[in-house]
């Protein structure tokens, strides 16, 4: 097994430990050996388009090692097919890190899902640490950080909801990406066909269609729950950030963003869009200079090159 370099690994050379997950596509499987690998068993292997998967495998291996480290690092990206002979049963992935897993009164390790941030502490999850207002805001900007990342790579991720974004803020803020293999190439067919979460759909996108344009909107819903400590508020209705969570400046950028994101297909606002606003920047661009008076002194010491450019302001 060397799931390291992307080949292809046979079903029969597993060692299964216990199950640990168990979603609508597929179950999750320990695999007993080096490296705390997991497998994802899909239900119904036969549906898997195979080669796709296999592209998603060679996309991580053709990544240089800093972007490599990084999509390991933040998602549960499949390192290799599994294959039962000439059949795709599922894939091997690593497992979450432990800081984004907490235990429940009885010693049962849950994940530490986006749903901690949407509502507010309950007893039974106490032991979930609540991020800080500044906290809440930089893991909002890593999220987005993340699917832009993923975009600039070719990748329409699809299905986007409270269960498959992980997070942290120990060490410090951070998600983490489940459900990898719903991930599929701009302009190719997804591995399975393409899930859709309640209450986490795009309304304008028929079942199945997801786009890069539906990614937009499942940030968007992403930004504003988080932001807001709500599950359900979504774009076209009121905005109402936690206590301390923006400054003024930053609140009015994202208000503005979240009402543009409601509009029709092709304006929601891109991602690139949503980090300047929580950033607090604002480019201005400069007119062209106007041609400098005559000198009175010797031109050759003071004649350069012009030029036009702009100024980033920042808080």
Not at 140 to 154: D, K, P, R, S
Not at 218 to 247: E, N
Not at 248 to 263: K, M, N
Request: glycine share 10%; with cysteine; proline share 8%.
């Amino acid at each position: 097994m060397s799931p390291a370099d992307g080949a292809d690994v046979s079903l029969g050379s597993l060692t299964l430990g216990v199950r640990v997950g168990d979603g609508g596509q597929g179950e999750v499987y320990d695999v007993i050996g080096p490296g705390g690998l997991l497998y994802k068993s899909y239900r119904e292997p036969g549906k898997a388009a195979g080669g796709e998967l296999a592209a998603l495998v060679a996309l991580r291996q053709g990544l240089a090692p800093a972007d490599r480290d990084r999509l390991d690092r933040e998602t549960a990206w499949p390192l290799c097919r599994v294959m039962d002979g000439a059949r795709t049963t599922g894939f091997l992935m690593n497992r979450a890190p432990d800081s984004m897993t907490w235990r429940t009164a009885r010693g049962e390790a849950r994940l530490t899902d986006l749903s901690y941030l949407l509502r507010a502490p309950k007893s039974a999850w106490q032991t979930v640490a609540q991020p800080s207002p500044a906290e809440r805001y930089a893991l909002v900007v890593a999220v987005v950080g993340l699917f832009q990342w993923l975009h600039t790579l070719g990748l329409v991720v699809g299905d986007v909801s409270q269960a498959n974004v992980l997070w942290t803020v120990r060490p410090a803020p951070g998600p983490y990406l489940l459900d990898c293999d719903g991930v599929r190439l701009a302009g190719r067919p997804p591995v399975l066909e393409q899930a859709d979460t309640p209450d986490w759909h795009d309304p304008l996108a028929a079942p199945g269609t997801i786009t890069v344009d539906s990614d937009r909107y499942k940030v968007a819903l992403v930004v504003g729950r988080v932001l807001s400590q709500d599950a359900y508020v979504a774009p076209g209705k009121p905005l109402q950030p936690l206590t301390g969570v923006l400054d003024d400046r930053r609140a009015e950028a994202v208000r503005a963003l979240w009402q543009q994101a409601s509009g029709p297909r092709g304006t929601r606002p891109h991602l690139a869009q949503w980090s300047t606003a929580l950033a607090g920047r604002d480019t201005i661009r400069l007119m062209a200079a106007e041609p400098a008076p005559k000198p009175v002194v010797d031109r050759s010491k003071f004649d350069g090159p012009r030029t036009r450019g702009r100024i980033t302001l920042r808080n």
